[in-house]
């Protein structure tokens, strides 16, 4: 049996930047706390916090005082900076330098039409940390969509400004932008002058989606590895399992059973953008196991 790990599965940059970074401090013998889960993956979470690191809501984090903190890859909104400093908090900050560029562009979009010139629009999922941060550039007034219904809540006789969360699909933005067009037009709105489309995923994510459909169909049965509440991770399996049905979704290689590679010839493995390498590798040691 063949067995091949996908070259393209693993971190993005973004969370392997937090992750080194983290380490360093531990190593170091620094007691640091991490905002909210780093990554969208219990194996590596748990992994972290064996070498000491503490996970924090943000409950915990407002009631913080005289200590560091580290801020994620997703990026946090202007409120999280604010109760730092009247804490007297240290942030270590690993926003995603992509992330945090579209920070700034909606925060700059927003001030120029905060009085009633437009509305920005964030094609994501509600609640996802990058989409808190997102929304907390416009002071919550940004409209979250991750479903064409959700549309409904648009203002047809206002601009509209549309970005999306960096770990979204292509396919998804362009059916929300093309959606919000046909309101437009129904509305008698000029589309062109009415809605100002940025497309805002990241490139390395964005990439993904073709070489994980030419990956998934080289082999019979596909194991793509990622954490339950990861979006990228469904996203990706989503694409994979659309190009291969023997497609499964584990997250760890407990959940690998002897039967999934009954008969088969070749065995893919691949992950989301916050699968860590080192799972990856496990779940193959564990398929091997079944045919050694």
Known sequence: MKIELDINAGFC????????????ELEQGNN????????????EIKRLESKGLVTINYEEFREL???????????????????????????????????SRLQNRIKTCFDEIVDDKGQIVIYGKEGHAEVVGLVGQTRGKAIVVNKLEDLDQLNPDLPVYLYSQTTKS?????EVKKEIEKKLLQAGKNKKFQLLAHQTICGQVAN???AL??????????????????????????????????????????????????GVQTVGISGATSTPTWLLKDVEKMIRSFVS
């Open 65 to 99: 005082k005289n200590s560091r903190v580290l801020i994620r890859a997703h990026g946090e909104p202007p409120e999280t900076y604010r109760i730092a400093k009247e804490n007297n908090l240290e942030l270590i900050d690993t926003t995603c330098p992509i992330v």
């Open 32 to 43: 640091i706390f991490c905002l909210g889960e780093m990554v969208h993956n219990d194996e």
């Open 213 to 262: 459909k030419h990956f998934a169909k080289k082999h019979d049965v596909i194991f793509f590895v990622s954490g339950k509440k990861s979006s990228n991770g469904k996203m990706l399996y989503e694409v994979c399992k659309k190009e291969n049905p023997n497609s499964y979704f584990i997250s760890n290689p407990g959940e690998v059973r002897k039967d999934m590679i009954k």
């Open 208 to 210: 993904r989606e073709p």
């Open 13 to 24: 940059f973004g969370v392997k930047k937090t992750i080194e970074r983290a380490e360093s």
């Open 170 to 174: 292509k396919k998804g933005f362009t």
